[in-house]
C-alpha cells in the first residue's frame, strides 16, 4: 500500500527533474554571465583598466539583475532571491547596482537594512579604494 507522504516524495522528485536546469536555479546563470563579463571586460580594457574597476563594473551590472529579477518574481509569486544574496551582492560591490535597483524597480525601499547595507558597502570600497 502506497502511503500518502512516499507518494508526494515521488512526485516532488519527479516534478523537480522534468523542470530544465536553469529554470531551477536561474540565479546560477547570472553568476556566470557576470564572470563572463567581467573575463572579457578584463580581456579587452585590461591595460587600461584594472581588474578591481571591471569588477565593480560586472557586479553592479548583475546586481541591478538580481534586483529586477527578484521584482519580477515577486509580481508573479515565483521562487525569490533570498535577502543575503542581495546584500552579499551590494557588498561584494554592487552597491551602485543595488541603489540604482532600489530605485528603478522600487523595490525593497521600505526595508532600512538595504539602505544600511548599501551604505556600508560604499565606504567599504570607498576605503579599499583609497587605501589600495
Request: hydrophobic letters at 55%.
Amino acid at each position: 500500500m502506497r502511503t500518502s507522504r512516499n507518494y508526494f516524495k515521488k512526485f516532488k522528485k519527479h516534478r523537480m527533474n522534468s523542470v530544465p536546469f536553469y529554470r531551477r536555479n536561474p540565479r546560477l546563470y547570472f553568476l556566470i554571465i557576470a564572470a563572463a563579463i567581467t573575463a572579457l571586460l578584463w580581456y579587452f580594457a585590461g591595460k587600461i583598466l584594472s581588474p578591481y574597476p571591471c569588477w565593480l563594473v560586472c557586479i553592479n551590472f548583475v546586481t541591478f539583475l538580481f534586483y529586477g529579477y527578484d521584482k519580477w518574481q515577486s509580481m508573479i509569486d515565483g521562487w525569490r532571491v533570498p535577502e543575503a544574496v542581495l546584500h552579499l551582492l551590494a557588498i561584494a560591490g554592487g552597491f551602485i547596482g543595488a541603489f540604482i535597483g532600489r530605485i528603478f524597480f522600487r523595490h525593497k525601499t521600505q526595508k532600512l537594512f538595504f539602505i544600511i547595507i548599501i551604505v556600508f558597502a560604499a565606504l567599504l570600497h570607498i576605503a579599499l579604494f583609497l587605501y589600495f
